[in-house]
């Protein structure tokens, strides 16, 4: 016989193992979808906002039901820091494989950190959906990667097409001397290989190529080419740090040609504070931008005010409605596979045309695991924001020289 104090430690114990029991049922239920980003460190800014606008899909799908073919399992997002370091990219990209059972991976922000990553998730079968541009990103015959951006070779030539088209509209000619900037990164020295092919191809003529080492700190002896040359455009590729520092020396020393950059080296609320007024007219290729007239672009971009009350706004990020977009792509592979299954859901995405808000208005990918229905804007820093401003079918404002 029990007393009356046994028989209440053993109802109590009860409790407990049945409430335990509860959390493991309701935690087996989750779905984790892993988010290995730069959150610290020189890419830290960009890296947070897929992070945010990911955070925006999960709590959209989860209050709409969750995934109705698994039903209703709700969405974890698990977030893990790479830093600035590759290695530390491979050993949170592990952990989240191999601990947190992430079924699919959002990340890495930053070319070389998604090149780490994206290894792990092919030696363990999990999809990697990447917002990197790197062309090496989906040219190293990996079945598990799936890339949003364009190739990296791609924007210099996109941001000649666009700023002749911009030069004939507001100038009446197109610009005729140019000159390139990269730094040593991946995706820098991508554009910095195919400078002259489309200088060629769109009648340019190139008057110098100036290649740094990344982690500039005094850029001063690299705008002589420029100050000696002129140019009428410059195309400036490398990481953000470098950007504001490499444009603050061309603005200081009166060049004041447009300055065309890729993704990361524009899209930050940390270039346009830093640059202040000499900003204006630093032009770049992006995928998405908070101004854009399409559908869906305005309830992300209130979301993330919501949630980010203190942020700088309007935000001057791609990489929110990147996150945000993959997250979409990420409940349409999960309704239509209807698994958890990495290895299925791989074919699954492989497969999908999914409605998206960004200027294509859908993302599907090619065999390399290339989207291919990228369309990709320009953008400029005007008057303190960061605005679109090419195609004109999406621009908001017109650029400023």
Not at 74 to 89: F, G, S
Not at 101 to 121: F, H, P, R, Y
Not at 296 to 309: E, Q, S
Request: proline share 6%; net charge neutral; with cysteine.
């Amino acid at each position: 016989m029990f007393t009356r104090r046994q028989a209440g430690a053993i109802v109590g114990a009860t409790a407990l193992e049945l409430a335990t029991r509860r959390r493991a049922l309701a935690q087996a239920d989750e779905i984790v979808i892993g988010a290995p980003n730069a959150m610290t460190g020189g890419f830290g800014e960009a890296g947070l906002r897929v992070v945010s606008g990911l955070e925006i899909a999960v709590d959209q799908i989860n209050g709409e039901g969750g995934i109705k073919s698994l039903n209703g399992a709700k969405l974890r997002l698990v977030a893990a820091d790479t830093a600035d370091n590759p290695t530390q990219a491979t050993s949170v990209t592990q952990r989240l494989i191999t601990q947190n059972k992430a079924v699919m991976l959002v990340g890495a922000n930053t070319s070389a950190m998604t090149l780490s990553a994206q290894i792990e998730a092919e030696r363990a079968e999990v999809p990697l959906l990447t917002t990197s541009y790197a062309d090496q990103v989906v040219e190293r015959g990996l079945r598990y990667t799936f890339k949003l951006p364009p190739q990296g070779s791609a924007l210099a030539d996109l941001g000649a097409r666009y700023i002749i088209d911009i030069f004939k509209t507001y100038k009446g000619t197109p610009p005729n001397r140019v000159a390139f900037y990269s730094g040593s990164d991946a995706a820098s020295q991508s554009q910095l290989k195919a400078a002259p092919e489309f200088a060629k191809k769109y009648n340019l003529n190139l008057v110098s190529t100036v290649s740094f080492a990344t982690g500039l700190t005094d850029p001063t002896a690299l705008v002589s080419a420029s100050l000696q040359n002129r140019p009428d455009v410059i195309f400036l590729s490398s990481f953000t740090a470098d950007v504001i520092l490499v444009t603050r020396a061309l603005r200081a020393v009166g060049i004041t040609a447009p300055i065309i950059t890729g993704g990361g080296g524009i899209a930050t609320d940390a270039t346009g504070s830093s640059l202040g007024k000499a900003a204006n007219g630093l032009m770049g290729i992006v995928c998405w931008m908070w101004d854009l007239p399409v559908d869906g672009v305005k309830f992300v971009t209130d979301r993330y005010h919501a949630l980010n009350p203190n942020a700088p706004f309007p935000p001057a990020s791609e990489t929110i409605g990147t996150g945000y977009s993959l997250g979409l792509v990420i409940r349409a592979a999960l309704e239509s596979g209807a698994t958890r299954d990495p290895k299925t859901l791989r074919d699954v995405i492989a497969g999908l045309d999914v409605s998206a808000p960004m200027p294509g208005g859908h993302i599907a990918f090619d065999t390399r695991g290339q989207n291919k229905d990228i369309v990709p804007i320009m953008v400029s820093w005007i008057d303190g924001q960061l605005r679109t401003v090419w195609p004109k079918e999406f621009q908001s404002r017109p650029p400023i020289f």
